[in-house]
């Protein structure tokens, strides 16, 4: 009986405790995440008046300086208009960094915005860098327009973070609004450029190169933003891309797009940065009014999945209260039940097949007739008795008879063929047996009886052959657990042993004996211990090279025997090593589904047999080392008589 455990009922409630506080804690998290999005979506005022204006006004005065200094680094141009823009710059860069470094504005942004919002404090740092390059002309349009450019984008990037809305709806019409302001920028990039340019009267190669790069990107991300946004916001943005102004811009891009290396602007050029002013002011017109009907939406979605959030959190806590109740009210009864299974169910595995399964083993070597199996499990086969009112423990107990049925008939079934396999194995070799041991004295007859050599040559050859059939045959035997048949009363000299082992392989010429001690094996044990022998190394020969000797070592020591096969073959990987020898060990049941395997599963029944151990080792000449330990309970040492090998009996 089991001790140390807790009682069914104890653990039903665990088992419902873990989930249902799981649900809870979910529950909980879930709300709390949501909510949190909520609030953040209702603090939005906040965040607004504290980072995104401030940011943005402070952005535009940025892409205004980067007009104004493209302006200044033409020649004869006067330092006045860059210094009032520096300094309408300046206030709100600092009205931005005091907003955005106080309290109320670090608790409304999220992790994500800060880590934005304080590389975008970063990059404002640099301005007295670009500015002291401008003063001294030390730097081109390009540059300039790049520098400011990678301020602005961090900003981009602040604004990326601030649109993460629960509402998906919501948060696509503020992506795309977020994009038309990158749009927007690239508008700022574009005009800065051609201010440049008309300044100068001609454009450069990589000024030009810039230029198509901007009118591309503006383009894309201006049709990107238009297809996600809903009527109400790109209405106006629709009504000005379709307008005259807009059209006499895109005159302008095609024909700087389109100016050749070292040609010079036409003289309407001088036109060209009032147009592009125009453009301007109408697109931030509208950049204005589709970030406040972004603002204005956020509260009421804010509230909305707020009021979603307190149905929700109520009915789910409804039906966890729900949920623990009924569970308490019929833990009873399922406790019950479950008992009752469970001791039907350990009745039947620790009681019922384990004593069909000991009982066909003890019946292995009767060889009980063909009804013996099934009457074995006859009284087994029972269905279990448990009475229960709940379907789902009621179709259990109908899935436990039917795996007991199928389970006692697998067994007997199995039990059965095993049985007759060994008949069919014992029989046939029998069989095999006896006419080989005819056909040995037949042909020990005829070599007595010829002289002529060549004929004495081929029986011979018969002769070894018929001595290894009679091998494999006995092998049959070995593996359905009977005796061989061969054995001896008196012991034989180990040396004989070997030689009788020999005989029995096909390549016995390529096996080097080295010394032998001369020892003597014990009677009972002779015939298994050759056939053992002649099963590894005619291993050892079938997976070494022909043209390679396979060693033959043996010593003796106060331990016992100690047979060693070694050859040059490739050897054998680890894994393979480490399970062959696990099966040396372990005895495993005969597998007929690895019959390739058949003298594997031959040498560890003979080994069991006496207590021999066999093992294979990697050999350090690249092949395999089999050793043989026979114990010292089966040697005899001299002076014991020992007669010859020729007085086998069967």
Not at 141 to 164: A, N, P, Q, T
Not at 293 to 302: D, K, W
Not at 374 to 390: E, F, Q, R, S, W
Not at 434 to 445: E, F, Y
């Amino acid at each position: 009986m089991l001790t140390g455990g807790r009682p069914i009922h104890v653990k039903i409630i665990l088992l419902l405790a873990v989930p249902i506080t799981s649900l809870i804690a979910l529950w909980i998290f879930a709300a709390g995440l949501t909510g949190s999005d909520g609030l953040r979506l209702l603090e939005i005022n906040t965040v607004v008046n504290t980072v995104s204006m401030p940011s943005e006004q402070a952005v535009i005065q940025i892409q205004h300086e980067r007009l104004t200094s493209v302006r200044f680094l033409r020649p004869g141009q006067s330092p006045d208009e860059l210094h009032v823009q520096r300094a309408k710059t300046d206030k709100a860069v600092a009205e931005f960094t005091r907003l955005a470094s106080g309290d109320d504005a670090r608790e409304a942004v999220s992790p994500e915005t800060r880590t934005q919002l304080t590389t975008l404090l970063r990059e404002l740092q640099r301005l007295p860098e670009i500015r002291r390059q401008v003063d001294g002309r030390n730097v081109d349009s390009l540059e300039v327009i790049d520098f400011y450019s990678g301020i602005v984008d961090s900003g981009f990037r602040m604004y990326d973070k601030m649109i993460l809305v629960p509402d998906l709806h919501l948060y696509r019409q503020a992506k795309a609004v977020t994009t038309l302001g990158e749009a927007k920028e690239i508008l700022s990039r574009e005009r800065a450029l051609i201010t440049g340019a008309v300044a100068a009267g001609r454009v450069t190669p990589s000024e030009r190169d810039a230029f198509t790069r901007m009118s591309a990107t503006r383009r894309f991300l201006y049709g990107q933003a238009i297809s996600a946004l809903d009527a109400e916001i790109r209405g106006p943005y629709e009504k000005l891309y379709a307008s005259s102004l807009y059209n006499r811009f895109a005159v302008i891009e095609n024909r700087l797009r389109n100016t050749g290396p070292g040609e010079s602007l036409p003289p309407q050029s001088i036109l060209w940065p009032a147009e592009v002013t125009g453009l301007w002011t109408a697109v931030e017109r509208n950049q204005a009014e589709a970030v406040q009907h972004i603002v204005v939406r956020v509260t009421p979605a804010a509230v909305t999945i707020l009021v979603q959030i307190g149905i929700a959190g109520g009915v789910g806590l409804i039906a966890v209260v729900l949920s623990v109740v009924v569970t308490l009210r019929f833990r009873k009864r399922l406790v019950g039940e479950l008992a009752g299974l469970r001791d039907a169910a350990r009745e039947l595995a620790d009681v019922k097949l384990t004593a069909l399964v000991e009982r066909l083993r003890n019946s292995k070597n009767a060889t009980p007739g063909p009804n013996a199996a099934p009457d074995a499990g006859a009284d087994i086969a029972v269905p279990l008795d448990v009475k229960t009112d709940t379907l789902e423990i009621r179709g259990i107990l109908h899935a436990f008879d039917s795996v007991q049925k199928t389970a006692v008939d697998a067994a007997v079934d199995q039990a059965r063929l095993r049985n007759g396999v060994s008949k069919v194995f014992v029989n046939l070799a029998r069989r095999n047996q006896s006419l080989l041991h005819r056909q040995l004295s037949q042909l020990d007859a005829m070599e007595k009886a010829t002289d002529d050599p060549d004929a004495l040559q081929d029986l011979f050859s018969i002769d070894h052959l018929t001595t290894r059939m009679r091998r494999h045959a006995e092998s049959l035997i070995i593996l359905s657990g009977a005796s061989p048949g061969r054995g001896w009363r008196n012991p034989i000299p180990v040396v004989d042993v070997v030689r009788a082992a020999l005989a029995e392989i096909e390549e016995y010429a390529r096996v080097q004996v080295m010394h032998t001690p001369r020892v003597s094996l014990a009677g009972s044990a002779v015939a298994d211990t050759i056939h053992l022998i002649a099963e590894l190394a005619e291993n050892a020969t079938l997976f070494s090279p022909s043209q390679t000797k396979v060693d033959l070592r043996s010593s003796v020591d106060d331990t016992g025997l100690l047979v060693e096969i070694e050859d040059r073959g490739l050897g054998i990987g680890p894994v393979e090593l480490y399970e062959i020898n696990t099966r040396l060990t372990d005895v495993p049941e005969f597998d007929l589904a690895e019959s390739d395997k058949l003298g594997l599963f031959v040498v560890a029944r003979l080994a069991a047999r006496h207590n021999i151990r066999v093992a294979l080792n990697a050999s350090p000449f690249g092949g395999i080392n089999a050793t043989v330990h026979i114990p010292a309970d089966l040697i005899v040492h001299p002076p014991t008589a020992v007669p010859a090998l020729t007085s086998a009996k069967d």
